[in-house]
């Protein structure tokens, strides 16, 4: 009975993983089609086919882990239905596995799977990603106002690169809260927490907080290390609250895939003669569609009021993982 039990979780565990891992490459396509098909309106004489298919295949990898968590999901999902509609769930049951392990067992292809893409986003799709960057820089036609409050002044700019800057607007107001003057430029620099105004006959420098020279993508495609790294050369608040969100992220990562596939699985021992087992994989993605948009409001909501982040990760996962305690307790 023993040797039953070896070959029937090496089977779970081995089409657990198959098919979380077709499931993520057909995901991974259709997001690549859709881009793809949106991106040939920008073909020009700079721009060919082949220009764009270059871009999106360095960005795709990177770009597809944030499908990681539904597609695990829903690969255990498909992996238990399959069994159930089998008959192997309630022949496991029988020879005595708990629901709970029958769920841990199906559950470590995904997490073994989402750990080998976490390790190969820290090391090649990053990197993967902003080689894409840099090829579809020069056909970028313009660039995101960035404004910035600083002293007695409000600053707009285009940012070039995380040094040059052009378009530069400068509002200055009294003490009366009024605009006083209001001046164009057309090009500067950023460095060491200052912006510094080229082509002004006066030299003019505006101090700016550090959390302003950490651009949106600089940071989404900076590897854990970087970040790690990143977190140390900075002290004011905003700027930890935008990196430890982040990093934990990153580290979190796997235990929400745990949390999901553990509440998630419980549904497959429900009774199924009625609705079939159809119900109870619509019915587990509904639950991680509520668990993204739950952990998105943990997130915004203490970064809001400069709350711990590590608390605003672990307070939706905490949720999950009661939640499917609970349940597993009925079954």
Do not use: C
């Not at 020009?44 to 220009?51: G, L, V, Y």
């Not at 993967?128 to 404004?147: A, H, I, R, T």
Request: proline content about 2%; charged content about 20%; hydrophobic content about 45%.
């Amino acid at each position: 009975m023993k040797n039953i039990f070896n070959t029937y979780s090496r089977h779970l565990f081995k089409k657990s993983f198959v098919i979380s891992a077709m499931v993520w490459t057909v995901m991974l396509f259709l997001d690549f089609s859709v881009t793809l098909v949106l991106e040939l309106e920008n073909i020009s004489a700079e721009k060919d086919f082949f220009t764009i298919l270059s871009v999106l295949l360095y960005e795709q990898p990177s770009k597809g882990m944030q499908y990681l968590e539904s597609s695990m999901l829903i690969g255990t999902l498909i992996t238990l239905s399959i069994f159930n509609k089998q008959g192997n769930l309630v022949f496991l049951r029988s020879a005595g596995f708990s629901p709970i392990k029958i769920v841990l067992v199906s559950g470590l292809g995904p997490i073994i799977f989402s750990f080998m893409l976490i390790f190969f986003d820290e090391t090649v799709f990053l990197d993967l990603s902003k080689k894409s960057k840099l090829l579809n820089q020069p056909f970028q036609s313009s660039e995101e106002v960035q404004w910035e409050i600083t002293d007695k002044n409000l600053i707009g700019l285009k940012r070039i690169n995380d040094l040059e800057v052009r378009a530069i607007q400068v509002v200055e107001f009294d003490n009366q809260q009024r605009i006083s003057s209001s001046d164009n430029y057309l090009e500067g620099n950023l460095e060491n927490g200052e912006l510094y105004i080229t082509d002004s006959t006066t030299q003019k420098i505006f101090d700016f907080p550090t959390s302003f020279f950490l651009s949106s993508n600089t940071l989404e495609n900076s590897s854990l290390y970087s970040l790690l790294t990143l977190r140390k050369t900075f002290l004011s608040g905003d700027d930890l609250q935008k990196i430890d969100s982040l990093i934990y992220a990153k580290l979190f990562l796997p235990i929400s895939i745990i949390a999901i596939i553990f509440l998630a699985g419980s549904l497959m021992f429900d009774s199924t003669r009625s609705s079939g087992v159809g119900r109870q994989i619509v019915l587990g993605i509904s639950i991680g569609f509520i668990y993204d948009l739950v952990k998105d409001l943990s997130i915004a909501s203490f970064l809001t009021y400069q709350l711990p982040m590590a608390i605003a990760y672990l307070l939706p996962i905490t949720i999950l993982i009661g939640i499917g305690t609970y349940r597993f307790q009925k079954i």
